[in-house]
């Protein structure tokens, strides 16, 4: 059995149109399908233990769908495959494993992901999560009406600059310290994307089991806007005298005013202090 899961909150509501397509697809291919809404799985222990590994799960949705997915399955058994479809408007995460047919099958990749810990919470992270500039621009796209797209980050990101002022902040990186004093962001990435196709961590791998920590400091706001998209083809490392690269496996940043905070999309206020790490 194939088992549907679409989240009606991500793309407008239009995923429950592409669920439907996906299983006329699949009836044609004679396998038997069920549809299920992900916010009507109140017991997720009871749903997986209704599945074997002859079923296959496969997930409509983008980034956030998936981070909510990969924190509701923490310490379960999986017995059936899990796959992703393209439905989602981020999908960072595609960007970063197999893909065939717009399905990527990512069971792997759910079982060891780092975990931030912000204003008391604990959670698994897919892509990656920083504070700052980019947390202020996620805010924005996510308030806005406009649906999300590279245009629409685009746009927004502009609109940060203008707003967004670099504070001093202090980094840890596996127990060494330093500090910055006019930071415009600090983003630490388990994977190469975020904003929707962003290449931020251009050389991080997903199979590589640490984390790293870009930051963005003492960079003039008008050097700044002509260097921005840069990112997108990860062209950024060469500025390295405003672009600095760390890795490790436990990492905190601190800001010194309060700010906005991303995490695989999704935004926090009013963040202080994050600390991501790997505990696998």
């Given at each position: 059995m194939d088992i549907i899961l679409y989240n009606p909150l991500s793309s407008r509501g239009k995923n429950i149109k592409v669920a439907a397509k996906l299983e006329k697809k699949l009836k044609k291919q004679k396998r038997e399908v069920l549809i299920i809404n992900l916010l009507n799985i109140i017991d997720v222990k009871e749903f997986l233990d209704k599945h074997n590994?002859?079923?296959?799960?496969?997930?409509l949705g983008g980034d956030g769908?998936?981070?909510?997915?990969?924190n509701q399955i923490e310490g379960y058994v999986i017995k059936?495959?899990?796959?992703?479809?393209?439905?989602?408007?981020?999908?960072?995460?595609?960007?970063?494993v197999p893909i065939k047919k717009r399905m990527a099958n990512i069971k792997e990749y759910l079982i060891h992901l780092p975990v931030m810990y912000v204003n008391g919470k604990r959670e698994r992270v897919i892509n990656g999560g920083g504070v700052g500039l980019d947390g202020l621009v996620a805010y924005k796209v996510n308030k806005s009406?406009?649906?999300?797209?590279?245009?629409?980050f685009f746009l927004n990101s502009f609109l940060g600059f203008k707003e967004f002022k670099p504070v001093a902040a202090k980094f840890n990186v596996d127990g060494k310290v330093f500090e910055e004093k006019k930071v415009w962001f600090a983003s630490a990435m388990y994977a190469q994307y975020f904003g929707g196709g962003m290449m931020i961590s251009p050389r991080k791998k997903r199979s590589e089991k640490e984390i790293e920590l870009v930051v963005v400091r003492n960079i003039p706001k008008w050097v700044l806007v002509l260097i921005f998209p840069t990112i997108y083809l990860g062209w950024h490392r060469m500025f390295?005298?405003?672009v600095q690269f760390?890795?490790?496996?436990?990492?905190?940043?601190?800001f010194a005013e309060p700010a906005f905070l991303q995490m695989d999309g999704e935004h926090e206020y009013p963040v202080l202090k994050y600390q991501m790490k790997m505990e696998d």
């Open positions: 590994e002859s079923d296959r799960i496969i997930i769908t998936l981070h909510r997915i990969a059936p495959e899990v796959y992703l479809y393209k439905a989602g408007t981020g999908n960072d995460f595609l960007r970063t009406k406009a649906e999300k797209s590279k245009s629409n390295k005298r405003w760390y890795r490790g496996k436990d990492i905190t940043v601190e």
